[in-house]
């Protein structure tokens, strides 16, 4: 059993999507065709629920639910502080402990250090941005096992979680290998922001943008994004930061650099044979092309081709039956 | 349980009624003051609510299906009737269809419904051989009859083409507002927001350039201390009667009434008169013209309008992503043809209209009166259109005299009354306003912020701080006494209120959304305004010093 629930990226492929989740099992399949992921593992689904059931954590909220049955809305909120503190009480398992801190300290010496700063991040079959805690700069065993266990704690659901070392990155961003808007697959589009990913992804801040032709990678549009926070490591997390003004002005990436993610997110379009939606990153302390790497690869969403007027449409429908509504009420 | 006016089409049974529709808001925007009966039953209750349902239908609207309306105590109540979540999924797909030519060319679709209503009029008028206003005089009590029956005909087409546009202006309008402040961080509220809207031309604007030419005219021919000194305006006119130079310009000025002149004092009501009937009711605007120096400064300004808004187009765009560019830009696009739409549909529906059914109804009266029917040519409006229709052929035969006393007590009971803004569950007011974001032009819901601890909160405004004295002006006669530099405080402003734009500093209104005329003249003027405030008229007094604070939708009494 206790051979699947770590699993290091390059143990990892397609075929995995259900032990794994789908992001881990991309990024596997990333390792295979020798693009630069930076190393790491993923525990899978089962150590979740091996933890879920060897800590009797199961047994304890079935009786918690049977008991307090919440009715309304305030108490299935306070249902929920108290089963998470259930899943907090709980001490990790000796024997997933030690699978989790060797792969840590393997990990740490593939890297050439002592504690290697990974971050976390859950994963399932399907990717749900921002519903799980996800820690960027964790350092050391005990504080690693903590987080985990504090993720566990936040889902309800069987979740994998990626760990892998994470270095400092100069910029980082996203890559359409075709224009999600209108789907157009002649044209790639990147977006970037100083710092880590976090802020392009979260859309935290407007990035810088480049339109590439797909097929001779020639930068056809670039645009500055003002870029006015940009988030970094500090001690044991990460923190959002303001873009000194020396470099707000100016493009995260050199030409050559756009040209290069461009070229990668070709090579993974080609492999997995739909336009993809990468995140890659620049590090800092490495040279040329050595220092562009990818985190991260999915199956794009694109509208479907859609003309502006009916994307203007699905955006009103979409108002109807989601939030935010119309206006807010002050038309 | 209580009739209306004798009529039992919108009495509200609270307890089934509140079992069908999550909340009723007060129509406090247009039924304040309470209608007569004739133009709440007969014209606002007979075709405004059947053309928001008619709108609903045709567009395939997913979460609404129109208005239900209610009288309450004399005011007109409004419910939102709200669709299932199944319904809404299937009437998606035509809505869709239904929706598209507006957001791809709006004014296209404006300008061949203007040409149309604009026709209407001209073949009602024609029809019955009516070229001067005063032709109606002539006609015998057999046409005047076809005529109102035909009169209300139009008066449907108008209210009809009226929601057909009001409706996706303003679900492109509030959509447009709602992904600036999403995307890019601003709303309405930001100068920015109103550089984008303003600078378009339209028949307001043009009304107004005559109400100026007329206002220089009188200055060349000499008149420029006889308008500034004369207060009552129906001496003003007699004193012009009194040299040919002052027969000259009065000569004008009914030449621009025949044309401009079909609007009533106040703009959706029979009951009041209307401009070419009464032509006293021009002069305090032209006062206001003459008073500020005879330069209609909008004119100018507007080139510079347009220049800014390019660049404030320029400027938005440049923020948004890229690859959301596209849609964004069509959108933007649209959003301005429907701001342009809500400032010009005015002159052509509801005041061009409402000025016809005036001149009909008007012309009704005095013949009853005469004939014995009722005592006072304005007792008409006591009527409704089944007991006209009873007395005009043979005219003297049925007297009316009881229903208009009967009716008329009732009403100036409705007078009295402070109309509660709600009944129902008020909680769920925003979940209603999203399912149906057209209603916030009729109802005014304002959003209350206690950490501002402000006097009056509104719903919609125009950006800027100001502070500075008010004056409460009631009705629009009464735009004379402002003074420039001062905060007009309103019930609400329609179009023949522009001038009074040129003037003040700072605007408050108690009824009026985002698309209100309010808002949309004090961005084109660029100063603040806060509307919606539900009870300005009544807190703020004549002489008080307030401060407009447009940035946050609050005003301040400082006493």
Known sequence: MSGKWALWFEELGKEDRELVGRKCANLGEMVKIGLRVPPGFALSIEAYKDFMSMTGVVKEIGKYLAKSKPKDLKQCKQASVDIRQIVLLKAMPEKLEKVITSHYSELSRRCRTDEVAVSTRSAGPVSHPGQYETHLNVVGKSELVDKIRQVWASTFNTRSLIFRSRKKARSAGVIFTADPNTGDDTRMIIEGNWGLGESVVGGKSTPDIYILDKKSLKILEKKLGPKSRYVTFKKGGVVEKKVPSEKSGKFCLSDREAKEIGKLGKVLEKHFGVPQDVEWAVEEDKSFPKNIILLQTRAEVIAQNKTPVDQVVDLMLGRFSGGGGFGGGKM | ????????????????????????????????????????????????????????????????????????????????????????????????????????????????????????????????????????????????????????????????????????????????????????????????????????????????????????????????????????????????????????????????????????????????????????????????????????????????????????????????????????????????????????????????????????????????????????????????????????????????????????????????????????????????????????????????????????????????????????????????????????????????????????????????GALSHAVILAREYGIPSVTGCLEATKKIKTGDKVKVDGDLGVVYILR
């Not at chain 2, 070229?131 to 005047?144: A, D, M």
């Not at chain 2, 005559?210 to 003003?236: H, P, Q, S, Y």
């Not at chain 2, 409402?354 to 001149?359: A, E």
């Open chain 2, 1 to 512: 349980m209580a009739a209306v006016y004798g009529v039992t089409r919108f009495e509200f049974d609270e307890e089934n009624d509140l079992k069908s529709y999550t909340v009723f808001l007060a129509d406090v925007v247009h039924g304040r003051p309470p209608w007569r009966p004739l133009f709440l039953i007969d014209s606002w209750g007979k075709w405004v609510y059947r053309a928001v349902q008619r709108a609903a239908e045709q567009l395939s609207l997913p979460t609404t299906r129109g208005w239900d309306a209610r009288y309450i105590k004399g005011y007109p109540y409004l419910a939102v009737i709200e669709t299932t979540e199944q319904e809404a999924k299937k009437r998606a797909p035509l809505f869709r269809k239904r929706i598209r030519p507006y957001i791809e060319d709006f004014n296209a679709i404006w300008e061949e419904r203007k040409a149309d209503i604009m026709n209407t009029y001209k073949e009602l008028k024609q029809r019955y051989g009516l070229k001067k206003y005063e032709g109606i005089k002539k006609l015998s009590n057999v046409e005047l009859m076809d005529l109102f029956d035909d009169y209300m005909q139009v008066n449907r087409k108008q209210w009809d083409i009226h929601m057909e546009f009001m409706v996706p202006a303003y679900y492109l309008f509030g959509l447009f507002e709602q992904m600036c402040t999403e995307l890019l961080g601003f709303g309405y509220t930001d100068p920015l927001f109103a550089r984008l809207m303003a600078g378009f031309d339209s028949m307001v604007f043009q009304f107004n350039k005559e109400i100026w030419r007329l206002g220089n005219r009188a200055v060349e021919l000499g008149f420029d201390k006889l308008f500034r000194t004369t207060e009552d305006a129906e001496e003003l006119l007699a004193k012009l009667e009194e040299s040919k130079a002052g027969r000259e310009w009065l000569e004008e000025y009914h030449d621009f009434l025949e044309v401009h002149g079909w609007r009533n004092e106040r703009m959706l009501d029979w009951a009041t008169p209307s401009w070419i009937e009464k032509p006293s009711l021009g002069i305090p605007l032209i006062k206001v013209a003459i008073s500020s120096g005879g330069t209609y400064t909008i004119e100018e300004r507007r080139e510079e309008a347009v220049r800014e808004r390019k660049e404030a187009e320029k400027e938005v765009s440049d923020k948004v992503p890229a690859e959301q560019r596209g849609w964004f830009e069509a959108l933007m696009k649209a959003a301005q043809k429907a701001g342009y739409w809500s400032e010009d549909h005015n002159y052509y529906l509801d005041l061009y209209c409402n000025g016809l059914g005036r001149w009909i109804t008007r012309e009704i009266g005095r013949r009853f009166a005469e004939a014995g029917v009722i005592d006072d040519p304005e007792d008409v409006y006591f009527l409704i259109a089944d007991e006209i229709e009873k007395a005009l052929i043979p005219m003297g035969k049925n007297k009316l005299h009881k229903q208009v006393e009967v009716r008329k007590k009732e009403w100036k009971g409705y007078l009295k009354v402070a109309p509660k803004s709600y009944y129902g569950n008020i909680d769920l007011v925003q979940e209603v306003l999203r399912k149906d974001p057209v209603i916030s032009v009729a109802t005014s819901v304002p959003v209350v912020r206690e950490d501002l601890k402000a006097d009056l909160y509104g719903a919609a405004s125009s950006p800027g701080v100001v502070e500075g004295v008010a004056r409460v002006i009631m009705s629009e006669d009464k735009l004379a006494e402002l003074k420039p530099g001062e905060i007009m405080v309103a019930p609400g402003t329609s179009a023949p209120w522009t001038p009074a734009f040129e003037i003040v500093k700072g605007v408050v209104t108690d009824g009026g």
